[in-house]
């Protein structure tokens, strides 16, 4: 039985109206007696139900897109696809960030963020699949990217091993043979860059491997990247970037060393995002296909409760004028 408010306030010392005043948000709740509150609401696994409290009449039409970095172009460029599309089937979007912090995604796993929407589409990078796995929230979750240990989520991903092999493939059918992968989080528990790791991989076969480490997944450290590789003493024909922000740095990096591209240095990114399309030259890319991942999400939250599905969107490999 699932635990009331007078369990609660039981359970802490504290009145029924103290536990409310604390669900509630109310801020006069002095800070010891909010921390004890808390403290047997997560103890008991007490999870107010706010959209049937607030809306007797049934679903809300609210769901939550929860993003690490809603700045990043690809999340920004997904997120407007969102919208649009639940648009079209009279739903609202709420937009969230996490900036891929643990105790965030955590909070959200377990109903602390979520109780006004009808479902959750979630891209976490944070949180280990043990977590994924002890959710106790009810409210319907779809987990976007590559993930390990997703039992009973449904999650919506494109095939991240078969597109880095194919632009992997692709710089060697151009003929490069030193061939760079950048975008390596040895501390991330995404498996998003695992996947496309082992697709590099894959293609090159028993060919040199020059595999760079970042931070974030940004162009300030692609730019690092890329003269790191420039610097060595056999620095690379070819590089694959594992997100388009990445190769933007790469490809600056280029010119600031007076390179060409792609006659001294080839180059492609992952996401399509709008600004490798004007990029000087334009990016070579794995486009996934934004608005089909956006539909299958939407499609996964107002599907009835069942086994857990792992639905693979399509991409395709854009070539332009980086390689």
């Known amino acids: 039985m699932n635990p009331k408010l007078r369990d609660v306030a039981e359970h802490a010392g504290v009145s029924v109206r103290t536990v409310s005043n604390v669900v509630n948000g109310f801020r006069y709740v002095a800070p010891a007696t909010r921390e004890r509150v808390q403290a047997s609401i997560d103890a008991l696994g007490y999870r107010p139900n706010m959209a049937a409290r607030t809306l007797r009449r049934g679903r809300t039409g609210l769901v939550a897109l929860v993003v690490p970095e809603i700045d990043s172009p690809y999340f920004a460029e997904l997120a407007a696809r969102t919208v649009r599309i639940a648009g079209l089937r009279g739903l609202t979007v709420l937009i969230d960030q996490t900036d891929g912090d643990a105790e965030r995604e955590k909070e959200l796993l377990h109903g602390r963020r979520s109780q006004l929407v ?93 595999e760079v480490p970042v931070q974030r997944l940004h162009r300030a450290d692609g730019h690092r990247a890329m003269l790191e590789l420039l610097d060595r003493a056999e620095p690379p024909d070819a590089v694959f970037c594992f ?67 792992s639905i693979v969107a399509p991409h395709r490999l854009v070539v332009r004028g980086t390689s």
């Not at 976007?144 to 194919?166: K, P």
């Not at 388009?244 to 492609?268: M, N, Y």
């Not at 990029?279 to 608005?291: G, I, M, N």
Request: proline share 7%.
């Open 243 to 309: 997100t388009d922000e990445l190769a933007l740095g790469a490809l600056r990096a280029a010119a600031d060393r007076g390179l060409t591209v792609p006659d001294d240095l080839a180059l492609v990114g992952f996401d399509d995002i709008e600004d490798g399309r004007f990029s000087v030259p334009a990016l070579t890319t794995v486009s996934p296909d934004k608005d089909r991942i956006a539909e299958l999400a939407l499609d996964c939250l107002a599907a009835e409760p069942g086994p857990p599905r």
């Open 118 to 210: 009808d479902g959750v589409v979630f891209s976490p990078w944070a949180v280990a699949p043990a977590e994924l796995a002890a959710r106790t929230d009810s409210v319907p979750l779809v987990l976007l990217g590559e993930h390990d240990g997703t039992a009973g989520v449904d999650h919506v991903a494109i095939d991240n091993v078969a597109a880095a092999r194919e632009a992997t493939g692709h710089l060697l059918a151009t003929g490069r043979r030193r061939i760079a992968a950048v975008g390596i989080q040895p501390r991330s528990l995404n498996a998003t860059a695992r996947q496309r790791l082992a697709g590099y991989r894959e293609a090159l076969g028993d060919l040199p491997r020059l």
